[in-house]
């Protein structure tokens, strides 16, 4: 699956760097055409990396093998079989927060100049929104992560979004969108593993604070879930661990149709939205209190007062 994500970006530079000079407006045309083209071939690349990462594991583990390199220090030691800790390889964790960062800066380039060519939008600039509203980007994120989770346990827990509820500033929607549904569904998720089999649900809080001197705005979605240990905090920024069933994924990447993302199980969605938010110069956090709960801060500034984060 890596292999076939580097052919798709190899064959898309080289089409794009052979394309010729643009000089009449029905040459755009087609350039910005052929450009959608691409921007939709590239938008499956996170399913295929985690698939990726998917098939290593399996690799190493089917074979019994330790991968060749730097590894020492990097082995499970809570495991017998003195199997390769995939989350705690840093080499690889580097490569692909840099490999991530820089295709949100492609899709954010590529997706400005075509969302400029259409038709113009009510308080928008291409895809940036001057009034992006987080409680409404968090209601509709509810929405689609309550969707998940009454379709994976049947029922979900309720709502509450405190805050300021009336706070718009620009912002990509689309972006902030992926960051909070990734929340919202992990704390669904836990909520639901944790109190499932009891008569009421505790809620996930959601409270959106801003102010005057505030150098961010800072969103905090708080669940009850029964929190995180201590010994995997440091894993879960991983591209290579998740806490869901293994089996969930496995049955995701061999299924069919992949039109619909498992509620949990992918193991790229916090380091991901964690990518998210530093682009614009934002940041997210977890704390978690095992036994309890977590809780996630997404900090977010606002569009101007940051610049890009070129990887290097």
Known sequence: SVQDVKQIYINSFLELAAYPMIKT???????ASKLEQLYEKHSNVLIQMAKGAYELREAVRAEGQSLRGPTQGYRDTN??????D?????????FLDRFYMSRIGIRVLAGQYLALRGEPLPNYVGMICSQTSPYEVVEYAAQDARHMCEREYGLAPELEIKGRLDLAFPYIPTHLHYILLELLKNAMRA???KHGDEDELP?????IADGTENEDVIIKIADQGGGIKRSEMDKIWSYLFTTADPTKQEAFFHAANQAESPLAGLGYGLPISRSYARYFGGDLDIMSMEGY??????YLTRLG???EPLPV
């Open 305 to 307: 007062d940051s610049r």
């Open 203 to 207: 809620p996930v809080q959601v409270i």
């Open 25 to 31: 407006m029905d040459q755009e045309d087609a350039f």
């Open 191 to 193: 909520t639901m593993d």
């Open 86 to 94: 995939f989350a705690r390889l840093e080499a690889c964790h580097s």
């Open 293 to 298: 709960g977590t809780d996630a801060f997404v």
């Open 79 to 84: 495991k017998s079989n003195n199997n390769l």
